[in-house]
């Protein structure tokens, strides 16, 4: 029975690093072929002979405002005969309202100067002074345009330092020149832009579209690049444009009649060395840090993987020496007495204090696991991928509704164990507290961009939608999943629970609950603080993320960290005599969410440029939504760990 009981112990722990290295290793295998080419599946390449090319605008957004805007709410030249197209969930969440502009050009057709439309106003009626005023705004807050053509970003390619380039996936709507004379943002880049208290806007566009033709293949053409340049004029005649003179100025304090006429200019260029399958690398290679990213995730993965070889190992080997010299002790005749984490063996399946809301949120966060596990899997084959536009998020709501039979099984199986009677309450809590929490978050920051007149407010259809997605589907399945698991009978233990239960001594610093539960988050924190600089990077500072890749390899060392960290303090708390495990594993893992809200407030103060009461609250409250699913997702996964822990070390050796 000793010999036994330590070879499964070893068994389990060698087993289970097999497992994680075979895993790495596929991974690794995957992340070195997307370093190669950046291919994007899912997406059918469109040939063009003298086709008309279509451009769409989306939302205009800013890194200092998180209130974006649709295209029409600029004034911006409009072709109300033109129809939207379709979105899908995804973008709604997102706040993306793509439309089709009046931009019109033919393929290889060569347009010099031609005139969109002429916009007048007249700041003495307070309609006009209206537009004018949002419009400076846009501009003093440096919105920025997003354009596609043919799926792809139209790109604003311009010089930074050392000599590289910077490709934008977006340009301003203008620039401000200060009173004191110091030109903001897009103003360095012209040096006529020099009058004091002036807005200068972007009315002309010089638009380049890079193609190569079709190998096998008489007739045809694939777009592989779109690239502008931003330019301002003031047209001498505006119905007439010819594109030259001084830029249009927008003077701070200036009233009257303003005329600004839109105009661009449309050039082809045969581009044979980029191919259609790697026509986004121009863009992610541009982007800034894009080395350092590789870099640092590289350097953090394999600290953490050597953190968690140590933490294996010293696990392995100290329960190794526990369990035979516990063994040892149960074969000498004389008794004597018990000592270390074999003393509540009585008492360590004792039900937990707050039982319902512990299994509640055992629920919530296997399905929120689930549904990362399954949504970073497809983004990490491409499937996900910034081509996609609103796949992500679309993904992830599907899973996360038909994900609640998990949720309710788990939720069940747990209370069940935990020797609850209220199976009614209990499910019902499942299905409506932890989503009832986000939705009525998400639902006051909906409120506050509805005030604002902001793209990214939900229509009321789509909420309608999504209400019906939660009460007609998720609520069923969670109730579908409660009744398996209260049907099936509760949780084996390996060992009996006294009915007495057992006095706890006194504890050190370091086995008190709070301290513990301190700790315990800073080496999942660790693991991930890189990869959520760029995440937070991407949502606010709206650059481009691609690299789920690494993103899928960091969950999984997430996982596994949190794992070993929570079963080595719990184990630690078991030496003490303190069986109160259950709670505490959850809190322990799930205090990696404390530490990543701390970070969102540096990330705020020290990184974003964000300014209005109406942003601020909803960067809050949109990080609040997200330190509740991590709190729920790391929380859940420390609990597993140390209840399958707890479980093979009590039933691996002998207890009377």
């Known amino acids: 029975m000793t010999c036994r009981g330590v070879k499964r112990l070893r068994t389990m722990f060698v087993f289970l690093q097999l497992r994680f290295v075979a895993v790495s290793l596929f991974i690794c295998g995957a992340l070195l ?5 950046f291919y994007l599946p899912g997406l059918a390449p469109v040939s063009f002979c003298e086709d008309k090319i279509e451009l769409f605008v989306n939302r205009l957004d800013s890194v200092e405002s998180v209130l974006p805007y649709e295209y029409t709410a600029f004034d911006f030249c409009t072709d109300d005969k033109l129809k939207r197209p379709s979105e899908n969930l995804g973008q709604v969440l997102f706040g993306e309202r793509i439309e089709q502009s009046p931009y019109k050009f033919s393929f290889k057709k060569k347009e010099e100067c031609k005139h969109v439309c002429t916009k007048n106003y007249d700041t003495n009626k307070a309609e006009d002074k209206t537009s004018v005023d949002f419009l400076k705004k846009g501009m003093l807050l440096n919105y920025q345009h997003h354009w596609i053509v043919d799926n792809m970003p139209v790109t604003w390619c311009y010089d930074v330092e050392d000599n590289q380039k910077f490709c934008n996936p977006g340009f301003p709507i203008g620039c401000y020149v200060t009173d004191t004379g110091r030109a903001k943002d ?4 012209n040096s006529d832009f020099n009058d004091k208290d002036t807005f ?13 033709n079709v190998e096998n293949e008489n007739s045809g053409s694939r777009l592989v690049a779109a690239k502008m340049e931003p330019k301002s004029y003031k047209q001498s005649n505006p119905e007439t444009p010819d594109c030259t003179g001084p830029p249009m100025s927008l003077s701070n304090k200036g009233t009257g009649p303003i005329t600004i006429p839109y105009t661009y200019s449309v050039h082809f260029k045969e581009e044979p060395t980029i191919r259609w399958a790697s026509r986004w690398d121009y863009i992610l290679e541009s982007m800034p840090h894009t080395n350092i990213q590789w870099f640092s995730i590289m350097n953090s993965l394999v600290i953490v993987l050597f953190l968690s070889g140590m933490v294996a190992m010293i696990m392995l080997r100290t329960l190794h020496k526990d369990i035979a010299r516990y063994n040892q002790m149960d074969s ?18 004792r039900p937990p204090r707050k039982g319902m809301l512990l299994s509640v949120f055992l629920g919530s966060g296997t399905q929120i696991f689930i549904m990362t596990f399954v949504t970073l899997f497809f983004a990490c084959l491409g499937f996900l991928s910034p081509a996609n536009r609103g796949a992500l998020m679309t ?3 599907v899973l996360w509704v038909l994900l609640g039979t998990p949720a309710g099984y788990v939720a069940a199986r747990f209370y069940k164990s935990f020797g609850g009677e209220k199976w009614k309450t209990n499910v019902l809590l499942t299905a409506f507290l932890c989503p009832g929490v986000v939705f009525a978050d998400f639902f006051l920051m909906n409120l506050i961009l509805w005030g604002e ?8 259809g789509t909420l309608v939608a999504i209400l019906a997605l939660w009460f007609c589907i998720s609520v069923p399945l969670t109730f579908i999943g409660a009744y398996f698991g209260f049907k099936k009978p509760g949780i084996e233990h390996p060992v009996r629970t006294n009915q007495i239960p057992r006095q706890i001594p006194d504890q050190s610093f370091y086995t008190k609950p709070l301290p513990g539960i301190v700790m315990g988050g800073i080496l999942p924190f660790g693991c991930i603080f890189i990869q959520l600089f760029f995440i937070l990077n991407s949502i606010w500072s709206h650059q481009m993320y691609y690299m789920f890749g690494f993103l899928f390899l960091v969950f999984i060392i997430l996982v596994i960290t949190c794992s070993e960290a929570t079963i080595l303090l719990c184990y630690f708390h078991l030496c003490a005599e303190d069986y109160h495990w259950q709670w505490r594993s959850f809190l322990t893992s799930g205090f990696t969410a404390a530490y990543f809200l701390v970070y969102a407030v540096h990330y705020f103060f020290s990184k974003l440029q964000i300014t209005g009461l109406a942003s601020t609250i909803l960067y809050f409250g949109y990080t609040m939504i997200m330190a509740l699913i991590f709190f729920l997702f790391t929380g859940t996964i420390g609990f597993f760990a140390c209840f399958w822990f707890v479980t093979k070390i009590y039933s691996v050796v002998k207890v009377d």
């Open 33 to 37: 072929r997307e370093a190669g080419s």
């Open 186 to 189: 897009a103003c360095v880049v």
């Open 200 to 212: 200068y806007i972007f009315n002309h566009v010089d638009i380049t579209i890079f193609y190569h």
């Open 332 to 349: 000498v005749e004389d008794a004597q007495e018990e000592f270390g984490w074999k003393l509540v063996h009585g008492d360590v399946f």
């Open 395 to 397: 993904c992830a709501v």
């Open 453 to 460: 007149g902001s793209s990214a407010a939900m229509p009321f």
